[in-house]
C-alpha cells in the first residue's frame, strides 16, 4: 500500500482564485495590435451547387481587409481539405454547400459590425440540389450523394486501420460501416426461449458549452503561424495547420488557454483553418468568434436510430444480440465514422453474450456535421440497449436489477470484442447505485405505485429504473510531458491537455507533487503551447487523467531519479534509500538529516541556477482488428463504466415528470481529487438530463427552426432533480496513475435510460422509444398504460 | 449617433462616448477591458453576461449601453481582489461552486443581489432567483452550496469550507 499525501485529497483547483474573481484567460479576452474581426457568410439552403459569389461590393466596404470564398482557397498554396475521418470539409465551402449554416465566404474586417455588413454585400448564387434530412432517406438508391469522394485523412492510427488511406469514389452516403460478428447470431436467435425486437432513436442536441468557438491567428513576418484557440486538441490543430499551409510542424504554434467547456464540441479543426486564412489574406492578426446561433450549425451530437434483436433464455441469460446502428453525421464526417467504430464495438451493451453482430453505419445528410460528444456515442446506444434490458425484463416477469446483474461483464469475461474485460467496476458501480435510491426486489412489480404524497386516488405515480453502461477508451494513443525543475526546486509541467472545467490542470499538479515529493504550491502547469509542450491526442474521451496523469507521472519519477543523484550525495546515502516529500529529501533510516528539492539544485549548479528536466511518454497499443468481425485481441487498453438509478414521479394528468432522485455511480479507480471526481459526476448527471428529458434540434426541411438557448431549453436551477447523489467506485485500473481512471464521460452515459425505466416502472411498463421524455410524450404513455395508470 | 454618457463603474466615475447601438456587454469588454462579463446566448437567457446596474442583475448583452447614463455599474471586478475576495466569492471558492467558471461572474453577481433581498433564504428561493443563470458543467449542487454557505456567513455563522478529505 502506497503511503499517499497529495493524491486522494480535496485540495482547491489551483486557478480557483481567477476564477472566482473573473480574471480566468478565455481566447475572447485576447487582442492583438491591428487585430482584425473575422465573420462567416453561411448557405442559405440544405444542398445545391455554388454558380456564382460576387465579393466586389464588399471588397470595397470602407474597413473590410479580405474577403475569401471557396474558390480562392483553390489558387492558393494550400491542402484547404480538411477532416479527422475523411478530408471532406474545406475551410470554406468550395462547389457545392452540403447544409444551412456550410460557411461559404469569410470577411475581415476593422470591427463586427463592419464584417457583418460585408456579409450583407455578398451575392451568391446557388443552384439547389436534392436533400436528405434523415439517415433512412440518405440510404435510399436513389439518394443524392453528398459527398462525391471519401478521402481518407490518415493521421489517426485507429482511422488509418479503418479506412485504409485510399481515395475511393462515394457509392452511397454511408461513409462508414463497422462489422462485429462474434459467435452465430442468427442460430442464437433461433435457439433462444423469446426473442425482442426494438427500434430506439434519439435526435441530435447540442454541446451548450457557454464560451462559443473563438480562434485569433497571426503570422509573424518569419513566416511562422500563431493561434490561440479555444480547442481541446492543440496537438492536432498544429498538425494539421501544417499540413494545410505546407509548413513544417515547428513553424505552427497553437496556444490554448482555459476553456468555457468542451464536452467534444471544440475537437479537431473548427474555426483555425479559416482564421488562419483571413489572416494571411489581411496580412494583420485576426479574431473569429462564432455567435450561438452559428454554434447550433457548426458541431452537434449524433442523431442516432438503434434496432436491437435480442434473444434471451428463461434462466435470464442474453444468448443473442443484433444491433443495426445507424449514426447521423451530417453534411461531413467531422469525428463520425470513430464515433460509429468505438460506439460500434460496445453497442450490444456490457453483458456477456455470446452470439452477437453489430452493423454500424456512420451516414452523411444535409444536416449541420455530427461529432463527439461526451461520451462519444455510448449514450445513443445505451439508450437503446439499456431501454431494451427494461422492456425484456418486465415481460419476463424478472427484477431488472437482477438480470443486469447476472448477465454482467467482470474481470476474466472475454468482450463482444474478441478483448479480455480487466479493471471494471461494473457490478460494483450499479449495486451502488441501486442502493442509493432504495431499490428492493419488487421493481418487477406489475402495477404502478401511487405516490406517497397524494395518498389514495392520487394522479401522481412514482417508479425506479436503472441502467448502466461501459466504453472502451480510445487506442492507440499518446500523451508526452515534460517537467523542469527549477533553481529554487519549484517545478513546472508542460502538457498539452487543456483545462475546459474538468480541473486537469489541479490533477496533473497532486500527481506531480506527489511523485516527485514536493509541496502542491510548488508546482505550476503550463498550459498547451505547442512550441513548449509536448504533443497529447486530444482532451477528450475520458483519456487524461489515464494516459497524461502516465506522462506526468513517469515525467516526476525521471527528474526525481536524476535529482536523487546529487541528494545522495548531499545525505551521503544510496539513492534506492532516498524519499521524498513535502519538498524535503532524506535516507530512510535518516529522516533528521533532510535536505531540500532547493538545496539539492544549488548543489548541482554551484548557484542559483540551472533545470532539471524530467520527460514522460505514455502510450497505448491495440491489437489489429479483422475489419470482418471486428475481432481484436486487445482493443482497448481502458474499460470505463458508470451506473444510474433513478426514482421519477409522473404527474398523470399533465405528463410532467420530477426526479425524486438520481445517482450515478462510476468507477473511478482511484480518485486523484474525490471532490472533483464527485463535481465530474454529478456534472454529468445533471448535463445528462438536459438530452434526456427536453433537448432536441428541431429542423424543418434542413432549416434549424431552434437555435439559440431561448428556443432550446437547456437544464437550469429550475430543473435540478430533488436529489442528486454522486458515488465514487473504486476498482484501481491496473496501468492508471495510483490505479485511477477516466472518469469524464461516464456519469452521462446511463442517464437517459435510467430515468425512461423509471418512468416505464411507474406506468405499468409504457415505454417511450424515442428521446427526449417529453410531457407529451409522457402522457401518451400513459394513455398507452391504460388511461390514469 | 453618438451618446456622451457618465457612468460609475466599479466606483469610479467616467465620461464615455458609445454609440446608440452598442451594448453594455460590448462596453465592459472592447472599451473597459472588464472581461468578466461574457457573452454566450446573446439574448438575456443564460446569464453569462450579468452586470449589475444600480444594484440589479441585468444581462449587459441586450441592455443598451446609452441606458447606463448615470447609473452605477458593478462587474464582478469590482466586487472583491484576490487578497480580499467578497465574501460571496469566498463562499463560491470554499465550496468549488464552479467548473469552467464561464458563468460564474455571473453566478456571484447575481447571488449578491439575492441575498440583500432576501438575506435567508430557502432552496427553493434561490433556485428561483437563480433560475436566469446557466450552468452548462451542470455545477449547480456546488453552487448552491455555495450560496447558502454566503447566507449562513452573512447571517455571522460560521461555516467550514469543505474538508480536505481523503477518499478512504
Redesign the interface.
Known amino acids: 500500500m502506497i503511503d499517499l499525501h497529495i493524491v486522494g485529497t480535496d485540495v482547491h483547483r489551483v486557478e480557483a482564485l481567477d476564477k472566482v474573481t473573473g480574471r480566468l484567460e478565455f481566447v475572447d479576452n485576447m487582442e492583438l495590435p491591428g487585430m482584425l474581426h473575422g465573420m462567416l457568410l453561411r448557405s442559405p439552403v440544405p444542398h445545391g451547387r455554388i454558380a456564382n459569389i460576387d465579393t466586389s461590393r464588399a471588397k470595397r466596404l470602407r474597413g473590410v481587409r479580405a474577403v475569401l470564398t471557396g474558390q480562392d482557397l483553390l489558387g492558393m498554396n494550400i491542402d484547404p481539405f480538411t477532416g479527422p475521418a475523411f478530408k471532406d470539409q474545406a475551410a470554406l465551402a468550395i462547389g457545392k454547400v452540403r447544409y444551412v449554416g456550410d460557411p461559404i465566404a469569410a470577411v475581415a474586417a476593422v470591427d463586427r459590425e463592419t464584417a457583418e455588413e460585408a456579409l450583407d454585400l455578398i451575392d451568391v448564387e446557388i443552384e439547389e440540389l436534392p436533400a436528405v434530412f434523415d439517415v433512412h432517406a440518405a440510404m435510399a438508391p436513389d439518394a443524392p450523394l453528398i459527398s462525391e469522394r471519401l478521402i481518407p485523412a490518415k493521421t489517426f492510427a485507429d482511422l488509418i486501420e479503418l479506412l485504409g488511406g485510399d481515395d475511393v469514389p462515394a457509392t452511397s452516403n454511408a461513409c462508414f460501416q463497422y462489422k462485429l460478428r462474434r459467435g452465430d447470431v442468427e442460430a442464437g436467435l433461433r435457439n433462444a426461449d423469446k426473442v425482442f425486437h426494438h427500434t430506439f432513436s434519439n435526435p441530435a442536441t447540442q454541446h451548450g458549452d457557454l464560451e462559443t468557438h473563438c480562434t485569433v491567428a497571426q503570422w509573424l513576418n518569419s513566416g511562422k503561424l500563431q493561434v490561440w484557440s479555444a480547442t481541446q486538441s492543440p496537438s492536432y490543430v498544429r498538425i494539421m495547420l501544417a499540413n494545410m499551409f505546407h509548413m513544417p510542424e515547428s513553424r505552427v504554434r497553437v496556444v490554448v488557454p482555459y476553456l468555457g467547456g468542451g464536452f467534444g464540441s471544440k475537437l479537431y479543426m473548427k474555426l483555425e483553418p479559416v482564421t488562419s486564412l483571413l489572416a494571411q489574406a489581411s496580412g494583420r492578426p485576426v479574431k473569429v468568434r462564432l455567435t450561438r446561433k452559428e454554434e447550433f450549425l457548426t458541431i452537434t451530437k449524433h442523431g442516432v436510430t438503434a434496432t436491437l434483436t435480442t434473444g434471451v433464455n428463461s434462466d435470464g441469460q442474453i444468448i443473442a444480440r443484433d444491433c443495426q446502428i445507424m449514426w447521423d453525421t451530417g453534411a461531413y464526417a467531422d469525428i463520425g465514422p470513430r464515433v460509429t467504430h468505438k460506439s460500434g464495438y460496445t453497442s450490444a451493451g456490457p453483458y456477456t453474450i455470446p452470439n452477437v453482430r453489430i452493423d454500424s453505419f456512420s451516414v452523411y445528410t444535409n444536416k449541420p456535421p455530427a461529432g463527439a460528444f461526451r461520451g462519444f456515442g455510448i449514450m445513443q446506444v445505451c439508450w437503446a440497449y439499456e431501454s431494451q434490458m427494461d422492456v425484456i425484463a418486465r415481460d419476463m416477469g424478472w427484477d431488472p436489477l437482477e438480470f443486469r446483474l447476472k448477465n454482467l461483464y467482470h474481470d476474466g469475461d472475454i468482450h463482444a470484442t474478441g478483448t479480455p474485460i480487466y479493471s471494471l467496476g461494473l457490478d460494483e458501480s450499479v449495486r451502488a447505485a441501486a442502493d442509493a435510491i432504495g431499490w428492493t426486489a419488487s421493481q418487477a412489480r406489475p402495477s404502478p405505485q401511487p405516490s406517497p404524497t397524494r395518498g389514495e386516488g392520487a394522479k401522481l405515480v412514482r417508479g425506479k429504473g436503472i441502467a448502466c453502461s461501459m466504453k472502451a477508451m480510445i487506442t492507440p494513443s499518446v500523451a508526452a510531458s515534460t517537467l523542469h525543475v527549477h533553481s529554487d526546486g519549484s517545478v513546472s509541467v508542460l502538457s498539452s491537455a487543456v483545462d475546459m472545467g474538468q480541473g486537469s490542470d489541479t490533477e496533473l499538479s497532486q500527481i506531480a507533487a506527489e511523485t516527485l515529493g514536493v509541496r502542491l504550491e510548488d508546482v505550476s502547469v503550463v498550459h498547451p503551447d505547442t512550441d513548449v509542450t509536448p504533443y497529447d491526442l486530444i482532451t477528450a474521451g475520458s483519456r487524461t487523467t489515464f494516459h497524461m496523469g502516465n506522462a506526468v507521472r513517469l515525467a516526476a519519477a525521471d527528474a526525481q531519479q536524476q535529482l536523487f543523484v546529487t541528494a545522495a550525495e548531499i545525505l551521503d546515502a544510496g539513492t534506492d534509500e532516498l524519499v521524498a516529500r513535502d519538498g524535503k529529501i532524506w535516507a530512510k533510516a535518516a529522516p533528521d538529516r533532510a535536505t531540500t528539492f532547493g538545496q539539492v539544485m544549488l548543489t548541482r549548479f554551484e548557484a542559483r541556477a540551472g533545470t532539471v528536466t524530467g520527460t514522460g511518454l505514455f502510450q497505448t497499443y491495440h491489437g489489429p482488428t479483422d475489419l470482418q468481425t471486428g475481432q481484436s485481441d486487445n482493443v482497448t487498453a481502458h474499460w470505463l463504466c458508470g451506473a444510474t438509478a433513478a426514482e421519477v414521479e409522473v404527474d398523470t394528468e399533465t405528463g410532467q415528470l420530477k426526479i425524486l432522485n438520481i445517482a450515478t455511480a462510476v468507477d473511478v479507480g482511484k480518485a486523484i481529487n474525490p471532490f472533483a471526481c464527485r463535481q465530474q459526476i454529478a456534472g454529468a448527471t445533471l448535463q445528462g438530463t438536459g438530452p434526456a428529458l427536453f433537448e432536441e434540434m428541431l429542423q424543418d426541411a434542413g432549416q434549424l427552426i431552434n437555435g439559440s438557448f431561448a428556443d432550446y431549453k437547456i437544464p437550469s436551477f429550475l430543473d435540478l432533480p430533488d436529489n442528486t447523489e454522486p458515488i465514487i467506485v473504486e476498482a484501481p485500473h491496473r496501468d492508471g496513475p495510483y490505479g485511477a481512471k477516466g472518469i469524464g464521460e461516464a456519469g452521462i452515459f446511463a442517464i437517459a435510460p435510467a430515468i425512461a425505466n423509471a418512468i416505464a416502472d411507474a406506468l405499468g411498463g409504457a415505454r417511450i422509444r424515442d428521446l427526449p421524455l417529453t410531457p407529451e410524450k409522457i402522457l401518451r404513455a400513459v394513455r398507452e398504460a391504460g388511461g390514469s395508470a | 449617433m453618438k451618446h456622451q454618457i457618465q457612468v460609475t463603474i466599479n466606483g469610479e466615475t467616467q465620461q464615455l462616448t458609445v454609440d446608440s447601438h452598442r451594448t453594455l456587454l460590448e462596453l465592459l469588454r472592447d472599451e473597459l477591458k472588464l472581461?468578466?462579463?461574457?457573452?454566450?446566448?446573446?439574448?438575456s437567457?443564460?446569464g453569462?453576461c450579468t452586470a449589475l446596474v444600480d444594484g440589479q442583475p441585468v444581462s449587459s448583452c441586450t441592455y443598451l449601453a446609452v441606458r447606463a447614463n448615470g447609473r452605477s455599474i458593478t462587474?464582478?471586478?469590482g466586487?472583491?481582489?484576490?487578497s480580499e475576495?467578497h465574501p460571496v466569492?469566498?463562499a463560491?471558492?470554499?465550496h468549488?461552486?464552479?467548473?469552467?467558471?464561464?458563468?460564474?461572474?455571473g453566478m456571484?453577481l447575481t447571488t449578491t443581489c439575492l441575498l440583500d433581498e432576501i438575506p435567508n433564504p430557502t432552496l427553493d428561493q434561490?433556485?428561483?432567483y437563480?433560475?436566469g443563470?446557466?450552468?452548462?458543467?451542470?455545477?449547480?449542487?456546488?453552487i448552491?452550496e455555495s450560496i447558502q454557505a454566503a447566507a449562513a456567513s452573512a447571517r455571522g455563522e460560521i461555516v467550514e469550507p469543505?474538508?480536505?478529505?481523503?477518499?478512504g
Open positions: 472581461f468578466g462579463a461574457r457573452e454566450s446566448c446573446g439574448m437567457v443564460c453569462a462587474t464582478v471586478e466586487l472583491g481582489t484576490a475576495p466569492q469566498r463560491f471558492l470554499e468549488g461552486g464552479f467548473q469552467c467558471s464561464y458563468c460564474t461572474p456571484i434561490i433556485k428561483e437563480m433560475v443563470n446557466l450552468c452548462r458543467c451542470g455545477a449547480y449542487p456546488e448552491l469543505r474538508p480536505s478529505t481523503g477518499s
